[in-house]
């Protein structure tokens, strides 16, 4: 599969972005999803996975309550809707996925194969 993000940009804080992800082929809803984002000068790390239906989804901390995954199957999409953004948010993006349904270890970005390029995302304080 291949994998395309888009919809970063740079706001305020406390404002909010939708992130989206096109993927390509014909088998999307058999790939469990994550968003990653790597802050400048730091390590990738995990924001959020989902999985084969849409039904579960998994958040870390940093973003709990605020961020929210969600898939299209329909449309071969996955989304990332980020309110209340804090500057601490400030990163590259990352859609990820990897095949099959397991959830273990969602947010171990080694599990995931299939990686998008990133979309910035700045958030100003």
């Known amino acids: 599969v291949q994998l395309q993000a888009f919809g970063g940009g740079s706001v305020q804080a406390g404002g909010s972005l939708r992130l989206s992800c096109a993927v390509s082929?014909?088998?999307?809803?058999?790939?469990?999803m994550g968003w990653f984002r790597q802050p400048p000068g730091k390590e990738r790390e995990f924001v959020a996975a989902?999985?084969?239906?849409?039904?579960?989804?998994y958040y870390s901390d940093s973003v709990k309550g605020r961020f929210t995954i969600s898939r299209d199957n329909a449309k071969n999409m996955v989304y990332l809707q980020m309110n209340s953004l804090k500057p601490e948010d400030t990163a590259a993006y990352y859609c990820?996925?990897?095949?099959?349904?397991?959830?273990?270890?969602?947010?171990?970005?080694?599990?995931?194969?299939?990686w998008g390029q990133g979309t910035e995302v700045t958030v100003s304080s």
């Open positions: 990820a996925a990897r095949p099959g349904g397991n959830k273990f270890r969602a947010s171990y970005t080694d599990l995931y194969p299939n």
């Open positions: 989902v999985s084969l239906s849409g039904d579960s989804t």
């Open positions: 082929g014909r088998t999307f809803n058999s790939y469990f």
